[in-house]
């Protein structure tokens, strides 16, 4: 931000006196401007944040203030084996998923780069799953994987390959696979749109050049789409771990955390057990737990951009 | 190998870097034979979009076929039907609050950015063109909202929103979603208010229009790209939102489409099947639509954000 605003900021301080002029109530217009967003921001995103860590100190339930009780909530997770479990399924959630969706993201991105017939219509198509609410299409795999009358496990009989139904929500290992590939297929389109929009900045006389010099296809990627993608991937990338690690509505829609809380996330933990059982002091709780491993994943990203940036300033010389 | 040198010599192409590189009409694509293009082009693209569409034609499928054929798969294929019933949208629309579920979604989706519109139009401006005292700061903590995921606020916001008497009212959405498109359309606009040059304003200013006047006449007609972009996002995000919408509404009439089906129409009922797709096809088609008309802006709204 710091190197867009320098210079912007000469030819307005040594051109024109208008500038000038009003400069003495820029601070005072400035801040009735920014009033309706920031009230929004403080009443309904800063202060619940607060609130919610104070929360998570103290014993208030539904229809009843609480006391503050210091860590006793954290202590009573701490034993929780149900909490523990829900931490390793969102790492595992997110780690998967996160990984998946970006290879296949990449790859998408890379076919859709290719010239072909009917690209523009192509390109739409793909980014369907992303703009239909992530319920409704949850609604959809939830039928799909349906134990009785799942249209897989119908394919698959009469290919011969299984004898019965697999039980795909109702089984926790099958469970977890199917709300993973349902997150992949539902952030997969905006991976690959992001990337897609980055893989066309990249010059074509660059590969050209790579390959007259005789570089293969995949020494094309790895010498100049890759280190010339790294930032938006980086970007595109905290997004989609940060969005994955809080996913809720999908895991609510298809499974509810079942079967024996085998895709239960942190999110729809402490939904759980904050509105469904009351307890909001212990579901504020599950949902502070959450904000350390959010840090990371931002800090992780954040200095992850500094070092491309450093990188690529020197080797664009 | 006869267009390479041309395609070298072609200045705009090389120096338009930034811009999206016009069609380059063969490229290299002449370097690999069609067998090949085949197997590493068109095969996996083609079983990858057949996956991301099937989940949809499933949907819409279900939604038109009559009960017995949706469970007898032995008697009937599965993957096609010859007689196509509306009886699921029909007692979608008739027999259920759908409507009302409908008209509650569109009513708080429009609402709420229309709200976020205007704050972000005002914020955006003010972070870009007053660039007030620690401007720079403060759109740094309006990216950091952005990062500030919904499962972590509702909690709190549930407290907060039964605290104002919000509670099971659509206000209690119209209010808090513009947290989630704020910060991202004021991201956004920043962007676009960045690209219109200084000089109009300037000319305004000696001619002696304030401010607001220059914001209005000025800034959001040149905008208007980006404002349509900031709108349909926001409106897609409003349309898709589901843990504010089922924390902060109970009574049945007043839930907004996503929250509605899966609370309402999930019974032990066998055959409930088919009126459940056909409210998430009916659910999802507004926005499809929507999309389908907005394609460019959408995918402007996506890679700007992400690209600032």
């Known amino acids: 931000m710091a190197d867009v605003a320098i210079p912007r900021a000469k030819p307005q301080m040594s051109e024109d006196s208008a500038w000038i002029q009003l400069k003495h109530n820029r601070n005072w217009l400035g801040f009735w401007f920014m009033v309706p967003a920031m009230a929004f921001l403080i009443f309904f995103l800063a202060y619940p944040l607060g609130l919610g860590i104070w929360l998570s100190f103290t014993d208030t339930r539904i229809g009843r203030v609480g006391h503050f009780v210091a ?12 909490f523990w479990l829900s931490v390793f399924n969102t790492l595992l959630y997110t780690f998967v998923a996160s990984a998946l969706k970006f290879a296949i993201g990449l790859y998408l991105a890379l076919l859709l780069n290719e010239n072909m017939p009917f690209k523009a219509m192509l390109r739409a198509m793909v980014l369907i799953p992303f703009i239909v609410p992530t319920v409704l299409s ?17 394919s698959l009989k009469h290919l011969g390959l299984i004898n019965q139904n697999i039980n795909f929500l109702g089984d926790t290992t099958w469970a977890r696979i199917c709300v993973i590939f349902a997150n992949i297929w539902r952030g997969v389109p905006f991976v690959a749109i992001t990337l897609l929009a980055g893989l066309q900045t990249v010059s074509p006389s660059l590969y050209e050049a790579a390959t007259l010099d005789g570089a293969t296809r995949w020494q094309n990627f790895r010498y100049i789409t890759y ?4 930032p938006i991937i980086a970007v595109v990338m905290t997004f989609s771990v940060l969005f994955t690690f809080t996913d809720f509505q999908l895991i ?3 499974t509810r955390g079942g079967p024996v809380n085998a895709t239960h996330l942190m999110a729809t933990l402490s939904y759980q057990r904050a509105i469904i059982a009351g307890q909001l002091g212990e579901g504020a709780a599950i949902s502070s737990a959450m904000i350390p491993f959010l840090l990371a994943a931002i800090m992780i990203s954040w200095f992850g951009l500094q070092r491309r940036k450093w990188q690529q300033g020197e080797s664009n010389d | 190998m006869t267009d390479l040198p041309t395609r070298s010599i072609d200045l705009k192409a090389v120096l338009s870097a930034s811009s999206p590189t016009a069609d380059h ?12 293009r085949i197997v590493t082009l068109y095969l996996p693209l083609a079983i990858i979009v057949v996956i991301l569409l099937f989940p949809f034609y499933w949907m819409a499928l279900t939604s038109v076929k009559p009960d017995e054929q949706l469970l007898d798969m032995e008697t009937y294929s599965p993957f096609w039907t010859w007689s196509p019933t509306f009886k699921h949208f029909h007692k979608l629309l008739f027999e259920s609050y759908y409507p009302h579920w409908l008209w509650n979604t569109m009513y708080v989706a429009v609402c709420a950015t229309v709200l976020s519109i205007f704050a972000s139009v005002l914020a955006a401006y003010a ?5 007030y005292k620690g401007a720079n700061l403060v759109g740094g903590l309006i990216f950091l909202a952005y990062l500030v995921p919904p499962s972590i606020l509702f909690i709190p916001l549930a407290t907060v929103v039964y605290q104002y008497g919000l509670f099971d009212s659509p206000l209690a959405l119209i209010l808090t979603y513009p947290t989630i498109l704020i910060p991202f359309s004021t991201w956004l606009l920043m962007g676009y208010f960045k690209t219109i040059p200084f000089e109009l304003e300037e000319c305004a200013l000696i001619d002696g229009a304030s401010r607001w006047q220059i914001l209005i006449k000025i800034v959001v007609p040149l905008a208007i790209p980006g404002l349509i972009s900031a709108f349909i ?9 589901f843990i504010y919408a089922l924390t902060f509404l109970q009574s049945t009439s007043n839930k907004t489409v996503p929250v509605a089906i899966v609370n309402e129409f999930v019974d032990g009922d066998i055959y409930r099947w088919g009126s459940l797709m056909a409210g998430a096809l009916a659910g999802s088609l507004p926005l499809v639509i929507l999309y389908a008309f907005f394609v460019e802006h959408y995918v402007s709204a996506m890679t700007g954000a992400v690209k600032e």
């Not at chain 1, 280190?227 to 790294?230: D, K």
């Open chain 1, 71 to 82: 860590t006793e909530n954290y202590e009573w997770l701490w034993d929780d084996s149900i």
């Open chain 2, 25 to 36: 009409s063969e490229g290299m694509s002449y370097l690999q034979s069609v067998p090949r």
């Open chain 1, 138 to 154: 949850a609604l959809a795999f939830w039928w799909i994987f349906d134990s009785q009358f799942s249209i897989i496990s119908w």
């Open chain 2, 233 to 241: 996002f926001c409106f897609t995000l409003c349309w898709n939102e």
């Open chain 2, 127 to 131: 972070i870009v063109r007053l660039r």
């Open chain 1, 252 to 254: 609510w829609a298809m």
């Open chain 1, 227 to 230: 280190p010339l993608l790294t």
